[in-house]
């Protein structure tokens, strides 16, 4: 019996060694090739996705740990490399079994050198790379890690988004990686450099802020569909469940310590959805309810006011709106020109374009009804011209005299909170779609506008970009609009004399001015 024990725990002892043994093996293949041993078996399905993805633009909406910047250092590794495993595309490989004619030139990003750069980035990356690859690093005075320069001859450059933008200009290269959201400004930049080498572009990030990324990536990819998918903008998201080397206990911890934060917050962190939606001054928007397709030739002229607002500019496109009111109350924006700096003359000329034309298509017979009321911005309506000492909106007004077209314009109050509490009202569509406001599908900019038009965490005020054409929609509401009819008007003002009439005893009254009609 003793024997039989003793070689029983011989058996278990040399079957350990052997474990044991493999478990050197693999940890020293592991070693020598990580590019090939990502993730335990393979990258899980969100992160598989976004590197198969043809695109040559792609991201990742990650929450915080869900994996993203391990995604955007494995790729960006394995292009250097040019180790890729099997399951990787080809026409995603810049290395196809031979060297590429050039070595490759990388941009990899951050917010910062010393926070996201040297914390974060460069361990990251350097974790893919094997021993006898490691790379020559060059630092700059302070002591953060501008470039590398592997054995194979590849350069990554180093950047960081407060570098100013002339920094960023005149880089050519093969691919670029940006960790966390870049400016609009930085990215294009880098994107006209990758041009020549037909080069790809890969952003992981938490979406805390994010507005032009997320109409990049989402717009434009709900817009481009029928198009070359190598060209359509590519986006996964990479919530914190997804992350399965994290334990379930720690995941529940980190939910929990969300708890007393915005619930956008919370979702930004935890699931990646877009975060830019935590300031969205009309969080009553919904594109599924307001927005809806052009009534191509339905409309009635005789059932329709027409509003026209105005909000000029100098340095950028004057921002237009044509709001229709139906009679029922129910109010429906039309179109929009955000056009060119025309001079006031040739902009008048696309009014009278807009309104004998473009408008026109959406009613029967491609007749619309006269703009009942115009409206401009009241801070740059009433400011006068230092040369002709005219205000803008009497320049207008003289403009449309001479085109032979009335184009006189009201203003109203800017008080933006009660500007914004007057859109909130209209946006409130009763059950029935009856009144409230929608706007047509062809208003583009004024749709986008409407999702990112934003306060600034920082300083609570109303972020510059995005608000032209809102700020057009809040001078709309603020107008008080209702539906006029001049037949019906003169309708009511002729019952209201005959009722006058009846009551004082007389067959006919004097002409009296507030009955408009009955003077003239």
């Not at 050197?24 to 090939?36: K, M, T, V």
């Not at 006269?370 to 006068?384: C, K, T």
């Not at 009144?435 to 062809?442: A, F, M, P, S, T």
Request: hydrophobic fraction near 40%; include cysteine.
């Amino acid at each position: 019996m003793a024997d039989e024990g003793r070689e029983k725990r011989e058996k278990i002892e040399a079957a350990l060694r052997r474990l044991e043994q493999l478990e050197d093996r693999l940890r020293a293949e592991e070693e020598r090739d990580r590019i090939r041993w990502y993730g335990p078996w393979g990258p899980w399905a969100e992160q598989r996705a976004f590197h198969v993805s043809p695109a040559v633009e792609k991201a990742i909406y990650g929450g915080n740990q869900g994996g993203k910047t391990h995604a955007g250092s494995w790729e960006t590794a394995a292009h250097i490399l040019g180790m890729y495993p099997e399951w990787f595309p080809k026409e995603n490989r810049f290395f196809d079994g031979q060297l590429p004619e050039r070595p490759l030139r990388i941009r990899v990003a951050g917010e910062s050198y010393e926070a996201a750069i040297n914390q974060i980035i460069v361990p990251s990356l350097l974790r893919w790379i094997p021993r006898n690859m490691m790379p020559q690093m060059r630092k700059n005075n302070v002591g953060h890690v501008v470039s590398m320069k592997f054995p194979n001859g590849a350069e990554v450059q180093f950047m960081s988004f407060s570098q100013e933008l002339k920094k960023w200009e005149g880089w050519v290269g093969h691919f670029a990686w940006f960790d966390e959201p870049v400016p609009e400004s930085h990215y294009i930049a880098t994107l006209r450099g990758l041009q020549r080498f037909n080069g790809r572009v890969i952003l992981t990030m938490t979406p805390l802020d994010c507005a032009w990324i997320d109409r990049k990536f989402l717009r434009q990819g709900e817009r481009d569909v029928g198009k070359d998918p190598r060209f359509i903008p590519f986006m996964v998201r990479l919530p914190l469940s997804s992350n399965l080397a994290i334990p379930e206990d720690r995941k529940e911890h980190w939910a929990g310590a969300l708890a007393l934060v915005s619930e956008e917050e919370r979702l930004a962190r935890l699931e990646g959805k877009p975060y830019q939606l935590l300031g969205q001054v009309y969080r009553e928007w919904d594109e599924g309810v307001h927005v809806i397709d052009p009534p191509t030739g339905e409309l009635v002229a005789e059932d329709w006011s027409i509003y026209h607002i105005l909000d000029p500019h100098d340095r950028k496109p004057n921002a237009m709106l044509w709001v229709g009111v139906h009679r029922t109350g129910a109010a429906l924006a039309l179109w929009e020109e955000f056009e060119a700096r025309l001079n006031i003359a040739e902009a008048v000329k696309l009014c009278i374009a807009v309104e004998k034309d473009r408008i026109g298509a959406f009613f029967k017979g491609g007749m619309a009804p006269p703009v009942f009321r115009r409206v401009i911005d009241p801070n740059y309506g009433l400011r006068p011209n230092a040369a002709t000492g005219m205000k803008t909106m009497e320049e207008w007004a003289k403009a449309g005299y001479e085109a032979g077209y009335p184009m006189a314009f009201g203003v109203v109050s800017d008080d933006i909170y009660a500007g914004h509490s007057a859109v909130r009202r209209m946006l409130k569509v009763d059950v029935g779609g009856v009144k409230g406001l929608r706007v047509c599908r062809n208003c583009r900019k004024l749709v986008d506008s409407m999702r990112y038009y934003a306060y600034d965490p920082k300083s609570e005020k109303v972020k510059e970009d995005y608000k032209d054409l809102p700020d057009c929609l809040r001078y709309f509401a603020m107008s008080s609009p209702i539906f006029w009819s001049e037949k019906e008007d003169k309708a009511r003002a002729e019952a209201r004399y005959e009722m006058e009439r009846w009551e004082a005893g007389v067959d006919s009254l004097p002409e009296h001015d507030d009955l408009g009609y009955l003077t003239q």
